[in-house]
């Protein structure tokens, strides 16, 4: 099951705010989600955008693929530098090309 943090549109007819939810990629934009990650309302003069900071790390950390927009949202929330800096501490030193040829098996052998 892939997971995705995206929209879920709520609200009046003309009037849309969202929520930031965890979902499964097939599910359909206002159907069944996981979890709900914060909200975003568009409208108001400057919008209002709520995130719980910690779920959304949480499932940035499990895997889950946040959308254009919703990766937007969390950089202007500032979650999304978090997660690059844990993200940054976390990777394995990258391998050279030198290395990686000579771990390689034998091709004529």
Known sequence: MSVKLRLMRVGKKKQPTYRIVAADSRSPRDGR???IV?????????SEINVKSEKA???????AQP?????KILEISGV???FEATRGSKKPPARSGATAAATSPAEGA
């Not at 790390?57 to 895997?63: D, F, N, Q, R, V």
């Open 57 to 63: 790390l949480a499932w940035l950390a499990k895997g």
């Open 67 to 71: 959308t254009e927009t919703v990766r």
């Open 80 to 82: 999304w530098s978090e």
């Open 38 to 46: 914060g909200t975003y309302a568009p409208r108001s003069d400057p």
């Open 33 to 35: 989600f996981i979890e």
